[in-house]
C-alpha cells in the first residue's frame, strides 16, 4: 500500500492505516503505536522501552490529527506505557471536532394538508470554562510526521481555504462544543494487552490541550511546510585566510582565497569552522615562543570576504577563538553578525535561525570550558533538548578529536592530542542525536573522517582543513577537503547528499579537485570505521542510503 493510499484510509477513521502513519512519525523514537476505533473516538497507545514522553508524543499526535482532518474523528484518548506492563503511566484525552446529534425527521403530512414544520428542541447543558492563556510553540514534534505521512495533508474543510474571519469563528467556536463533545467520549479502553487506564484526564486538561490544538493548526496554516520540502546543508571545516600577529601573512590579493569554491559555496545554510578571530586587539592570550603554540588574528574587514563566498552560519567554538582573550573572542562574533552572518559557539548559548519557514537552531561545542564542552554530556543534552522545544531542525558543531595524519580513524573512546582530552566523538555524537539533535558536524583533527548514519541522522566527525592560508600544513591528507551537501527533510531526516572534492595548494587555498582524493579517503574510511552503517557513498562523491 502506498503512502496516499495510507493516508486516503486513515482520513476515513482506518485504525490501522492511522497506526502505520503514527509509527512512521515516532520510529526514531523507538515508539510503537496501536489504534483502536469506536464511533467517532479513537484511543492511541504508545508503547516503548521506556515511558513516552508525555509531552512530545501527544503534541505529534494531536497535530496529525488536526492536519489529517478525518471528517469521522471527533475525539482521542492518548496513552503512553512501558512495554511488558498492563498499566498505562498517563493518558490524554483531546477533542477535535463536535458532533451534534440530527434532529428527527417529521412524521409525513397527509396529502392536500398544509405542511407545518416542528422540530424538536435540541439542547446542551451549559459548561462555563475559563481558558489559559495558551502558549504557541510550533517545535520540531509537529513535523515529525513523516516524509509523505500526515503533514502532506493541507488544513481542509474548517481550515482550509478560509478567510482569517472565518478561522477565527472556528477557533472561538471550539470551547463552546467542549460540553457537548465531552459526554459522547466512550468509557472504554482499547487494547489487545488488556491495558488498565488510571484516572481520566480533567475538564480543565482537556480544555488545555484543545486550546493549544487550534492556535498550532492556525499556527500551521499560516505557515504551511511542505513535506517534500528539502533544505540544503554545505559545511565545510577549518577556516583561516590568513593572520597578520605576529607577522604578517595576509595574501596580497585576498579575493583569490575563495574564487577557486565559491561556485560551490551555495545553499540554504553554508557552514564553517573559523579557524581565526576577527579582531585588532593587539595583545595574545598565548606564548607563542614555546613552538608548536600559534594565535591567529584576521583583520575585521576580512567578515566581508566571508560573507561574499556564501557563508551564513559560523562556528567560533575551537582552540583559536580566545587566542586574543574574551575581547577578541567577543569581537570575532560581534563582526561576523553585523553582517548578517550568525555566529555560534559561546557557553551556553543556543543560535536560532529560519529557513524556508523551518526554524533551526544551531549549538557548538569544542572540548574547552569556555565554550559547551563535547565531554559534559547531560549539559550538551539539556541544551539540544532545548533547543527542540524551540526549533524543527537542530545543527550540531564540535571541535574536537586528535589531529593529524594519524588520527585519521574514528574510535567509540576518548582521544587525546598533546596529553590534552579532546573527547569521546562517537558517544558525543550519538548522545546528542538521542537528545534531539537532526545533524553533526566535526572539526578539529585536520583531516577528513567517516561519516555516519545514526537514528537517521547524518554525523560527519570530520571536514578537515578548508582553508589555511601560510597557516595549516597540507601534506598528505591535511591537504584532502571537501564541501560537504546534506539534503534534510522538514524532521531533520537525511536523504541524500554529496562530496564536493577539494585540494588545498601549497599555501592553503582550496581548489576543486577532479581527482576527487578526498572522496576515496571518506568512503574507505566510513566502510572501515562504521562497517556497519547504512551510507553508501559512490565514485562520484553521492552519499546515498542504503536498503536494508
Known amino acids: 500500500m502506498s503512502d496516499y493510499q495510507t493516508i486516503a484510509l486513515a482520513k476515513t477513521g482506518d485504525p490501522k492505516a492511522i497506526a502505520i502513519l503514527i509509527n512512521q512519525a515516532l520510529q526514531s523514537k523507538g515508539v510503537t503505536a496501536k489504534v483502536t476505533r469506536q464511533d467517532h473516538h479513537i484511543q492511541v497507545v504508545l508503547v516503548s522501552e521506556q515511558l513516552p514522553d508525555i509531552q512530545g508524543s501527544v503534541r505529534v499526535v494531536q497535530n496529525g490529527l488536526m492536519r489529517l482532518q478525518s471528517p469521522v474523528i471527533g475525539s482521542v484518548t492518548i496513552s503512553g506505557i512501558c512495554r511488558g506492563q498492563k498499566k498505562s503511566g498517563w493518558t490524554e484525552t483531546l477533542v477535535l471536532r463536535q458532533f451534534i446529534p440530527k434532529p428527527p425527521k417529521p412524521p409525513k403530512p397527509p396529502k392536500n394538508q398544509q405542511i407545518g414544520l416542528s422540530f424538536p428542541k435540541v439542547t446542551f447543558p451549559a459548561l462555563k470554562v475559563t481558558l489559559p492563556k495558551p502558549q504557541v510553540s510550533i517545535s520540531k514534534p509537529w513535523l515529525i510526521v513523516g516524509s509523505v505521512s500526515l503533514m502532506v495533508l493541507p488544513l481542509s474543510g ?53 486550546n493549544q490544538v487550534s ?49 560551490e559555496l551555495k545553499g540554504d545554510i553554508v557552514f564553517g569552522n573559523f579557524e581565526s578571530t576577527l579582531t585588532k586587539y593587539p595583545n595574545s592570550a598565548k606564548n607563542i615562543g614555546r613552538g608548536l603554540v600559534f594565535a591567529f588574528r584576521t583583520p575585521p574587514e576580512y ?10 552560519i559560523l562556528s567560533v567554538a575551537n582552540n583559536h577563538s580566545f587566542d586574543f582573550f574574551e575581547t577578541g573572542f567577543k569581537d570575532t562574533i560581534q563582526n561576523i553578525n553585523k553582517l548578517g552572518m550568525k555566529a555560534v559557539g559561546e557557553k551556553g548559548k543556543i543560535v536560532y535561525d529560519e529557513v524556508k519557514g523551518v526554524k533551526t537552531a544551531y549549538i557548538a561545542f569544542s572540548n574547552y570550558d569556555y565554550h559547551n564542552n563535547l565531554s559534559e554530556i547531560e549539559a550538551g543534552k539539556k541544551l539540544v533538548a532545548q533547543a527542540q522545544k524551540n526549533a524543527d531542525f537542530v545543527v550540531i558543531s564540535f571541535h574536537g578529536g586528535a589531529e593529524g595524519t594519524g588520527a585519521l580513524n574514528v574510535r567509540n573512546k576518548t582521544e587525546y592530542f598533546y596529553g590534552e582530552n579532546r573527547g569521546n566523538l562517537v558517544l558525543f555524537a ?49 591537504g584532502y577537503s571537501l564541501i560537504l551537501e546534506a539534503k534534510v527533510n522538514p524532521q531533520g531526516d537525511f536523504i541524500e547528499g554529496k562530496i564536493i572534492p577539494v585540494q588545498l595548494n601549497s599555501q592553503g587555498i582550496p581548489n576543486l579537485d577532479k581527482r576527487a582524493k578526498s572522496v576515496n579517503l571518506i568512503r574507505n574510511l566510513t566502510e572501515k570505521d562504521f562497517p556497519k552503517n547504512y551510507l553508501k557513498i559512490d565514485n562520484n562523491g553521492r552519499i546515498l542510503i542504503k536498503k536494508p
Request: hydrophobic letters at 40%; charged letters at 15%; proline letters at 7%.
Open 303 to 312: 567578515t566581508t570576504l566571508l560573507k561574499d563566498a556564501g557563508f551564513n
Open 215 to 263: 492556535q498550532l493548526a492556525l499556527k500551521t496554516l499560516e505557515n504551511p511546510i511542505s513535506p517534500d520540502l528539502r533544505i540544503t546543508i554545505r559545511a565545510v571545516g577549518d577556516i583561516i585566510p590568513g593572520t597578520n600577529y605576529p607577522s604578517n601573512k595576509l595574501p596580497a590579493n585576498k579575493a583569490a582565497l575563495f574564487s577557486g569554491v565559491k561556485s
Open 430 to 478: 550519538h548522545s546528542m542525536i538521542d537528545a534531539g539533535a537532526d545533524l553533526i558536524l566535526g572539526h578539529g583533527p585536520h583531516v577528513p573522517r567517516a561519516l555516519e548514519l545514526y537514528k537517521g541522522k547524518l554525523i560527519a566527525y570530520s571536514l578537515g582543513n578548508f582553508m589555511g592560508y601560510r597557516t595549516l600544513s597540507t601534506s598528505g591528507e591535511l
Open 158 to 210: 474548517i481550515l482550509f481555504n478560509q478567510n482569517q474571519e472565518k478561522i477565527n469563528t472556528f477557533l472561538t467556536e471550539i470551547p463552546q462544543a467542549i460540553s457537548s463533545s465531552l459526554a459522547q467520549i466512550p468509557a472504554f479502553s482499547f487494547s489487545a494487552e488488556n491495558i488498565t487506564t488510571p484516572n481520566p484526564t480533567s475538564t480543565t486538561a482537556t480544555l488545555k490541550n484543545l
